[in-house]
C-alpha cells in the first residue's frame, strides 16, 4: 500500500496536470482580486473565469502523454480527443448554460421586483469564453513543458 502511495506521488503527469489546475485556480483568485478589489475564496473553487482550469489541466495532461509517450502513441490520440471534447464542452456547451442562467436571473428579477427574494441565483459564470479556454490550454502546455524531467 506505501509502495503504490509512493509510486503515486512520482507520477509526474497526474502531478503536472494538478499543478495547471491549481494555478489556473490560484491566477482567478488573484485576477478577481484585481478586478473587484476584495478577496472571495469562491474565485479558487468555483467553475468558469479567466484561465479556464478544465482546460488548463486537460492540456497539460495531453502535453505530458504526448511528451513522455510520443505524440504517435494511442494514448496521446486518445488523451487528445479527450482534450478536444473538454475543450469544445468549456467553450460551448458550458458557456450556453451561464447565458441561460443569466437571463432566468433576469426574469426572476423581473417577475420579483426584488423584494425580498433572497433565493441564491442560478450559476451564471459557469462557461468559458473562447480565449479563457484558449488562455487556460496555453497555461496547461507551457505547465507541462516546464514539469517535464
Not at 52 to 78: C, K
Not at 116 to 136: C, N, Q
Amino acid at each position: 500500500m506505501l509502495a503504490n502511495l509512493i509510486e503515486f506521488g512520482r507520477n509526474y503527469i497526474f502531478w503536472t496536470s494538478a499543478a495547471a489546475w491549481f494555478i489556473a485556480q490560484s491566477l482567478k483568485m488573484v485576477l478577481g482580486v484585481i478586478r473587484e478589489k476584495r478577496f472571495n475564496f469562491k474565485w479558487f473553487t468555483s467553475a468558469g473565469g479567466m484561465p479556464s482550469s478544465h482546460s488548463a489541466a486537460v492540456s497539460a495532461l495531453a502535453t505530458s502523454i504526448g511528451v513522455t509517450y510520443g505524440f504517435d502513441s494511442a494514448l496521446f490520440a486518445i488523451t487528445a480527443t479527450f482534450t478536444l471534447i473538454v475543450l469544445f464542452d468549456a467553450q460551448g456547451v458550458r458557456l450556453a448554460t451561464g447565458k441561460q442562467a443569466r437571463i432566468l436571473n433576469n426574469m426572476l428579477e423581473d417577475i420579483y421586483w426584488k423584494k425580498r427574494l433572497d433565493e441564491d441565483k442560478l450559476k451564471e459564470f459557469i462557461g468559458h469564453t473562447p480565449i479563457e479556454v484558449w488562455a487556460g490550454m496555453f497555461l496547461g502546455i507551457v505547465i507541462s513543458l516546464l514539469f517535464y524531467r
